[in-house]
């Protein structure tokens, strides 16, 4: 990974679709003191038809952020509603600032998320702060084959009906987040009080870099997840 500077961040912009809620660590059942790491649960909506990023949250106990961003092809752009994606990504900092090692936790690791999230990061210059914050990745899905290994289904839709007897918000990134941590508390998916993240900033570095032979059709999505596994990083891609 690129290396730089860690900076403080700028003051926080105080208007926009922006909220975070509670205090870090206030009613957090996944705070692992001082010094140590931090469960943040995570996931963000995108647009079917533009792979473009939509709305970011993020939760650890009470303490939950999200925010809405304002794309050319969104209604949000007519109604003045919405922030634009530099000052998503710089709101999503501020939050992950406020966090003790955070370490993101999110449903599958091999979703277009969080590709389309270091793609975002880059647009904006804001990778290299994010990746010396983010101290790794927990993929929930791994974790709950493992817990429930005979589960009839593994789509989140349906384990949230079934453990939670809920129905999931798929419309709602913030909604989603929240049943990501319940299920993991209901689950028992973390006992580890200071948990190893499983996967690295260079495992998705790779993976994002191969996504466009994915889309080429030149490498299946299998072969994509053994490579970036390794953490293979075609720096020729990268520069083309």
Same mark, same amino acid.
């Given at each position: 990974?690129?290396?730089?500077? !860690?900076?403080?961040?700028? =003051?926080?912009? =105080? =208007? #926009?679709? $922006?909220?975070?809620? #509670?205090? *870090?660590?206030?009613? $957090?059942?996944?705070?692992h003191g001082p010094g140590l790491t931090t469960l943040v649960f995570f996931h963000l909506e995108m647009d079917p038809k533009t792979q473009q990023i939509t709305e970011i949250a993020a939760a650890n106990g009470d303490h939950t952020f999200k925010t809405v961003i304002r794309t050319p092809e969104s209604m949000l752009t007519l109604l003045s509603q919405g922030v634009s994606l530099e000052t998503a990504m710089e709101q !999503?900092?501020?939050?992950?600032?406020?966090? *003790?090692?955070?370490?993101?936790?999110?449903?599958?690791?091999?979703? *277009?998320?969080l590709p389309a999230l270091f793609k975002a990061l880059d647009a904006t210059a804001k990778k290299v702060d994010?990746?010396?914050?983010? #101290?790794?990745?927990?993929?929930?899905?791994?974790l709950i084959k493992e817990k429930v290994p005979k589960a009839p289904s593994y789509k989140l839709k349906n384990l949230v009906r079934r453990y939670l007897r809920q129905q999931l918000n798929?419309? =709602?990134?913030?909604?989603?987040?929240?049943?990501?941590q319940t299920l993991g508390q209901v689950l028992e998916l973390?006992?580890?009080?200071?948990?190893a993240p499983?996967?690295?900033?260079?495992?998705?570095?790779?993976?994002?870099?191969?996504?466009s032979l994915v889309q080429e059709k030149l490498l299946t999505r299998r072969a994509a997840k053994v490579l970036a596994r390794r953490n293979l990083i075609l720096w020729e891609l990268e520069q083309a």
């Open positions: 990974m690129g290396q730089g500077v !860690f900076g403080e961040p700028g =003051s926080p912009p =105080s =208007s #926009g679709s $922006s909220k975070a809620q #509670g205090s *870090p660590g206030t009613a $957090s059942p996944w705070g !999503f900092l501020w939050y992950l600032y406020s966090v *003790p090692g955070p370490i993101l936790v999110t449903y599958n690791f091999w979703e *277009p998320e994010f990746c010396h914050t983010v #101290g790794g990745y927990l993929d929930m899905l791994p798929k419309g =709602s990134a913030l909604a989603t987040t929240k049943a990501l973390f006992p580890n009080p200071d948990p499983t996967m690295t900033h260079c495992n998705l570095q790779s993976y994002t870099v191969l996504q």
